[in-house]
């Protein structure tokens, strides 16, 4: 069997990892190839990186830290297998190299996971060496000159070309490309699996055999015998005869909450104790393959659609949990609706995985939140494929035809703004990443400087030293939200009230400051481009503030009798 040598570089930890610049849909454009050996550069890089770390903090051989690396990997989605395959492969040429002082830049070029290509520099994370790359570079493919793993072909293939991780790599595929959960018995986008757009993604089913069973529905027959909308709330009281759903829920003006949003509303996160030597344990990689099957996203963590308690320690709640309690018959109607790459111009291919019947379900609260892909892509130039106010107005104009012909009347949408990402490069530039914290040698300068010099850079046109391109991107940023606005103002629907909201990212820093944060904290340390759980949760308090004070009717009631459904059904259910 011919292994995919190169791709494999990148698999034990990281084949996902180095995929993370996916996020932004840039990348549509441009060869799959050439992106795929980039990407490749990026985890090979990382993972030499931190092998050369870890046996740097515990006095050991790199043998000895590949090992204990692989050692820390779960058995689940064969990670610890594969890590161990690829020492058994690569290891010998690792150490060799590293043992002459080589970096982990020098290391994947002269291993060829790193490839300079003709016209273009040599692209890498480190300070360049104190000798000339090339010579350095010389000297580095004599010493494994003799290997047998350079003999092998490189190939293009995926990494899910390998026989025991195909079934994983189709199961992830399948949820990526149609954004409903890949276990649905009764096909109704609802799920008891809680990875591959699961339940992490949307409200849990409570009958995945029954089509007619899922949250946000209106009740049948007042679920006097079963409940078929999933929030928990059934039976008939003894007391009276009358069914709780009907005693509790009648008039209380239910509603769900559904995300129309990229990598940003999907809480996409890199945990920064997988590549910081100094944080890594066995328990670091625990929530690993929950990561991997959920495209590095953390939708149960998001400050929209989050159930689950924060693991940043802020108090505050998301959206949908400041509905639920609000009124508790809203149990469950969630959706996040969103995926890494989304923008205004792609929303049409994965919209029709949001779940709503018009005659059958409850009115929806829906926020579109497109925050930064119409002017973030990794090309050299950006601003060619930066959308213009023209094409973002036709398609905003599809999406809320769409959604008039598929919401409840009585439903309300709003539009975030875009945010400013010149944000990033005035808090981050000259901060060190996590992959240069051990040692001082790696800014998030030059960070953004090796994505871009890749063309795998998230959002060139901000993670850019070029204070005349951040502010060009900013410019555009600010036209298209202006063009948001005025949409929201001018165009009315039958079934639901349109409205606009800025995204606040200032209000919150400051709001963050006066907590005794810093600026830089509200930012994802690993890709140095995502808003934060923290920020995100900040963003949902302001969300819900405004929303309070100038629309309250789009919250609906608060429940009188949310404290009776506590007594009588306990948590509902959970989630």
Not at 186 to 195: E, G, L, M, W
Not at 277 to 299: C, G, H, K, M, R
Request: proline fraction near 6%; hydrophobic fraction near 35%; charge should be neutral.
């Amino acid at each position: 069997m011919k292994f995919p040598w190169k791709i494999l570089m990148a698999a034990p930890l990281f084949f996902l990892l180095a995929l993370h610049t996916s996020a932004s849909p840039a990348y549509k454009d441009q060869p799959t190839t050439s992106h795929s050996g980039s990407r490749v550069c990026v985890g090979c890089v990382v993972v030499v990186s931190v092998i050369e770390q870890l046996a740097q903090v515990r006095n050991s051989t790199a043998q000895a830290a590949m090992e204990r690396l692989c050692s820390y990997l779960p058995e689940k989605l064969f990670l610890k297998s594969t890590c161990y395959l690829v020492i058994h492969i690569f290891g010998s040429d690792i150490i060799k190299l590293l043992s002459a002082d080589m970096n982990a830049d020098v290391v994947c070029h002269t291993l060829e996971f790193c490839k300079q290509d003709a016209g273009r520099p040599l692209c890498h994370l480190y300070p360049p060496p104190k000798v000339a790359w090339e010579l350095t570079l010389k000297k580095a493919r004599h010493i494994v000159e003799k290997s047998q793993t350079l003999k092998y072909p490189r190939s293009n293939s995926s990494i899910c070309s390998l026989p025991f991780l195909a079934k994983i790599c189709q199961e992830i595929k399948s949820a990526i490309k149609k954004s409903v959960p890949f276990k649905d018995s009764d096909s109704d986008k609802y799920s008891v699996f809680p990875t591959l757009r699961g339940y992490h993604w949307r409200g849990r089913d409570c009958n995945d055999h029954s089509k007619t069973a899922y949250p946000g529905r209106r009740p049948d027959n007042w679920d006097a015998h079963q409940d078929s909308n999933c929030n928990g709330i059934w039976g008939i009281d003894p007391k009276d005869g009358i069914p709780y759903e009907k005693k509790f829920c009648e008039g209380s003006q239910p509603r769900g909450i559904i995300l129309l949003g990229d990598s940003a509303g999907a809480h996409f996160h890199i945990a920064p104790e997988w590549i910081t030597v100094l944080q890594i344990s066995l328990n670091s990689f625990l929530n690993l393959p929950t990561a991997v099957s959920n495209e590095l996203d953390w939708p149960q963590f998001s400050g929209i659609t989050g159930f689950l308690d924060s693991t940043s320690g802020i108090k505050e709640d998301s959206i949908y949990l400041r509905l639920r309690k609000r009124n508790h018959c809203n149990h469950r109607d969630y959706q996040n609706i969103s995926k890494n790459g989304a923008s205004s111009q792609n929303l049409e291919k994965f919209i029709e995985s949001l779940s709503r019947n018009q005659l059958l379900d409850y009115p929806a609260i829906v926020i579109y939140a497109m925050i930064g892909n119409d002017v973030c892509n990794g090309k050299m130039d950006p601003v060619p494929g930066m959308t213009t106010p023209e094409k973002l107005y036709s398609k905003v104009m599809e999406t809320l035809k769409y959604l008039n012909s598929h919401l409840p009347n009585g439903s309300h949408v709003i539009f975030y703004g875009l945010a400013d990402g010149a944000f990033l490069w005035d808090h981050l530039h000259n901060r060190y990443h996590p992959l240069g914290q051990l040692n001082k040698d790696v800014t998030y300068a030059q960070l953004y400087s090796f994505l871009s010099c890749l063309q795998l850079s998230p959002c060139q046109g901000w993670m850019s030293a070029n204070k005349t391109l951040r502010a060009l991107t900013s410019e555009r940023a600010e036209l298209l939200s202006r063009t948001l606005k005025t949409v929201a103002t001018r165009e009315k629907f039958t079934n639901f009230n349109l409205f606009y909201l800025d995204f606040a990212f200032q209000e919150i820093t400051e709001e963050w400051q006066r907590r005794g944060g810093q600026p830089w904290q509200l930012i994802e340390p690993v890709d140095g481009f995502h808003p934060n759980e923290v920020a995100s949760i900040l963003l949902a308090e302001h969300f819900w503030k405004k929303v309070q004070l100038q629309w309250p009717e789009v919250l609906g009631k608060e429940n009188p009798f949310n404290s009776q459904i506590e007594q009588v059904f306990g948590d509902q259910g959970g989630h």
